[in-house]
């Protein structure tokens, strides 16, 4: 399964000379029910099956936890806001269902990956009554790491298997030291004088209460700080895109992928917790894809206003510092779907990326099979199919993107890169982007009625 995954997105030598390659129409981005989806495995094969979709790349959400605490005892007095991803329910049982769902219907194939949150970053503060929460949207998507192991020391935000034992994790545990007087006040007696009546008598007597007290914060302490380890990249400070670079040399080492998802979109929302009130926000990181390096993909067709890709811009800027030898390898676009369910008015298919691959089908299965895939070296495509209309997504805290950032291109005004340019009346359907290895330039071609056009390149 892991080599899988890492063919499909272009980054494994192309097939032997000769070899028929075929279109391989894949959905990108999706979520099941076993974390922030709506629907099972199963029912997202089903639907993939009717919109002509071949594969389906799975990207559950891997830890969706964000926490905050006050210094300098961050752990005892930590706040945490935790919803399902792949970490809880277990990375067994995930690549477990995947391939359970795989053996079941063998015509839409399953990758399994994980979306990963590696840093975000709080400002503000409590006894303000105002704090802002940063880049809980700015994310990776990981392919290719199907040992449950190595998935689970993923650098990732919160991420206590990716932890270590520091300065901050001895003095989360000061506080357990409160256990020893604690002990001693509730076995100890007290020696005291009480007058009855006109006599005055010795009294013993065991401090409960406060000792008590200090067992309860010293247990409490101890739990709390377990597994006395502090996660990698804590969110009291920005760190730039170290972190995501970090994840993306871990999953490099491993042999997987990485693709940055939706680098263009905005998030943002607002919740009051308790008298506090709390705001996210994600802006826009193109700059990121500049200042990283080694990544396989990022998002460049999705159901929002996209410049990045477009001739000119920030990915031929990627791809001149690749045939200039300043880049190890080249950044492939793909198209991104981001699929939750139906509620915010999408489908599974409209925004697809069409793989060329090698190999024979197995019999009652419309994907090569695994040992045989083989993904093009030479040329990707990535097809954007007609936006969905309908009503959009509301903000909920801070997991699903809101409505500013699923908001659809075909809304946007004639004047953005996503307008109509044939004239009244018209949107653009479709559009293709190709790309060659011998660091020819993409070209565009905007289609009408949802017909596909030849897209070829020409040298720049």
């Known amino acids: 399964m892991a080599p899988f995954a890492l063919l499909l997105l272009g980054v494994a030598p192309a097939a032997a000379g000769g070899a028929a390659y075929e279109r391989l129409p894949a959905v990108l981005h999706v979520h099941s ?13 089903t639907m993939a099956e009717k919109a002509g979709v071949d594969a389906l790349l799975m990207t559950e959400n891997y830890l969706l936890r964000i926490e905050y605490g006050l210094p300098p005892f961050r752990a005892l007095t930590r706040v945490v806001r935790e919803e399902r991803s792949v970490l809880g329910l277990g990375l067994e049982h995930y690549l477990q269902r995947v391939a359970e769902a795989r053996t079941r219907n063998p015509r839409v194939l399953l990758l399994p990956g994980v979306e990963v949150l ?3 970053h709080w400002t503000g ?24 192991a190595a998935l689970q020391a993923l650098p990732a ?20 030291l409160l256990v020893v007087p604690g002990a001693v006040l509730v076995a100890t007696k007290r020696r005291a004088l009480a007058r009855v009546g006109r ?3 010795v009294v013993r007597r065991r401090r409960l209460f406060l000792g008590g007290l200090l067992l309860a914060i010293g247990a409490t302490a101890f739990v709390r700080a377990w597994p006395f380890v502090t996660a990698p990249y804590p969110p009291y400070r ?14 490099d080492r491993l042999g997987g992928a990485t693709v940055w998802s939706f680098p263009e979109a905005h998030d943002s929302g607002e919740q009051w917790v308790g008298p506090v009130r709390v705001v996210w926000r994600t802006d826009p990181y193109t700059d990121d894809l500049q200042r990283t390096a080694r990544y396989t993909a990022f998002g460049a067709i999705y159901e929002d206003t996209t410049r990045f890709e477009l ?14 030898g300043a880049r190890s390898r080249p950044a492939w676009a793909v198209g991104e779907s981001g699929f939750h369910g139906l509620s915010a008015g999408k489908r599974v298919g409209p925004i697809q990326t069409v793989f060329l691959v090698a190999g024979p089908r197995p019999p009652g299965s419309r994907s090569p099979s695994s040992p045989c895939a083989r993904a093009s070296a030479s040329r990707s495509r990535v097809r954007c199919s007609p936006r969905p209309r309908g009503p959009r997504s509301r903000s909920t805290w801070p997991w699903r993107r809101s409505t ?11 004047g953005t890169a996503r307008s109509s340019r044939s004239g009244r009346g018209a949107r653009p359907c479709a559009r293709s982007i190709a790309r060659s290895s011998t660091a020819r330039r993409p070209s565009t071609a905007w289609t009408r009625a949802g017909r596909a056009a030849s897209c070829p390149t020409r040298s720049s």
């Open 33 to 45: 029910d076993l974390t922030t989806g709506d629907f099972p495995l199963e029912q997202l094969q």
């Open 118 to 120: 590696p840093h975000y």
């Open 125 to 148: 503060a409590p006894w303000r009554l105002d704090m802002e929460l940063h880049d809980t949207q700015k994310n990776l998507l990981v392919f290719g790491v199907t040992d449950p």
């Open 157 to 176: 935000a919160s991420n206590a298997g990716a932890g270590a034992f520091d300065a901050a994790a001895a003095l989360d545990l000061v506080p357990v």
């Open 199 to 201: 006599s005055v008598v």
């Open 238 to 251: 920005e760190l730039g895109s170290g972190p995501h670079q970090a994840l993306i040399d871990y999953v």
């Open 311 to 324: 001739p000119g811009g920030g990915w031929d800027r990627l791809l001149s510092q690749y045939t200039a």
């Open 404 to 414: 500013a950032r699923r908001a659809t291109c075909a809304r946007r005004s004639s």
